[in-house]
């Protein structure tokens, strides 16, 4: 890694890259491979259990949420100082370069039948299959099938606790939802 690509990966994950930085400079590969990994991994598959698989993921919703945390949209102390000043470019860069990169598998065990027939259940209600698109996701919605367990029960959390307010309609629905319904959920959609 050249010395000039190093300082910058330090100064990015300090959140300190100069705005000025141009796009046209930003190699959205070799940050990946400099910040990005540490959390989401080098294979697709995420080094650290609170952090999604990113590898894979719809482009513009990968866009969304990295300007969502940039914005002060989305908040995680992990991710808002690396992106706060990242151009538009180079979140998109960043999208692309995640979303051309194929999905991991995690090798999830099966839930029991009965924690499967309450996920089903509570998604059945909820009519989540409408919108994440039988799991797999669109331009606007993630992929949600074979995502990490620990990710999935945590943001479903997040959205009933008000953690996360980027989604106003989703924190809406999370909070009919009991923690054990949320927990089989994120167990059923880890492993299909």
């Known amino acids: 890694m050249s010395l000039r690509l190093a300082a ?3 100064a990015c994950a300090l959140g300190l890259a100069a705005p000025a930085l141009r796009a046209q400079e ?19 598959v995420p080094a650290v259990p609170e952090a999604p698989i ?3 993921q719809q482009f513009y919703y990968l866009y969304v949420q990295l300007r969502d945390y940039a914005a002060g949209r989305r908040a ?9 000043n990242y151009t538009k470019e180079q979140l998109q ?5 995640f979303s051309e990169q194929p999905w991991p598998d995690l090798h999830a065990r099966r839930p029991g039948d009965a924690v499967e027939a309450k996920a089903q259940g509570a998604m059945g ?7 994440h698109n039988q799991y797999l996701g669109d331009s606007r919605i993630p992929r949600l099938a074979g995502q990490s367990v ?3 029960d945590q943001t479903l959390r997040d959205f009933k606790n008000k953690v996360r307010m980027n989604a106003p309609d989703k924190a809406f629905l999370m909070e009919t939802y009991s ?9 059923y959609l880890a492993a299909l």
């Open 76 to 84: 995680n102390d992990t991710m808002a100082p690396i992106v706060a």
């Open 179 to 187: 923690d054990e319904d949320l927990k089989a959920i994120a167990e």
């Open 125 to 131: 209600v909820g009519e989540c299959s409408q919108c």
């Open 150 to 152: 620990t990710y999935l």
């Open 54 to 56: 990113i590898a894979g």
């Open 8 to 10: 910058l990966s330090a």
């Open 26 to 44: 930003f190699d959205a590969a070799a940050e990946a491979e400099a910040v990005c990994v540490v959390c989401h991994g080098a294979d697709g």
């Open 93 to 97: 860069a960043l999208a692309t370069y």
